[in-house]
Nanobody, 123 residues
């Protein structure tokens, strides 16, 4: 499994960004592809996940009003739309893959990780 995140950048508060995770799965089966984020000095935080078979999604409660995960099967990507960004959203955003199709929310359940993409939101 290979993952590559892109789309981060510097924006002002209130603006939007769209992150993309290019996914390469070498084996069959159901996976959860998720986005996590990690701000300096803080633990890695679950943002949203989507299953590869049914496209079922789960978003962190605190973020679901502004962030949306989706998949593009033609491009083999899992995208994260970030709307109404706030300075506290500043973090490195990672995409990750788990062989569990149950949408786990803890980092330890994810074996494969992309390199991360930095999102910086200024006030």
């Amino acid at each position: 499994v290979q993952l590559q995140a892109s789309g981060g950048g510097w924006v002002q508060a209130g603006e939007a960004l769209r992150l993309s995770c290019a996914v390469s799965l070498r084996s069959f089966g159901t996976y959860t592809i998720a986005w996590f984020r990690q701000a300096p000095g803080k633990e890695r935080q679950f943002v949203a996940g989507i299953t590869t078979n049914t496209g079922r999604t789960y978003h962190a409660d605190a973020l679901k009003a502004r962030f949306t995960i989706s998949r593009d099967n033609t491009k083999n990507t899992v995208d994260l739309q970030l709307n109404m960004l706030k300075p506290e959203d500043t973090a490195v955003y990672y995409c990750a893959a788990s062989s569990s199709g149950l949408l786990p929310t803890i980092p330890e359940r994810y074996r494969y990780w992309g390199q991360g993409t930095l999102v910086t939101v200024s006030s």
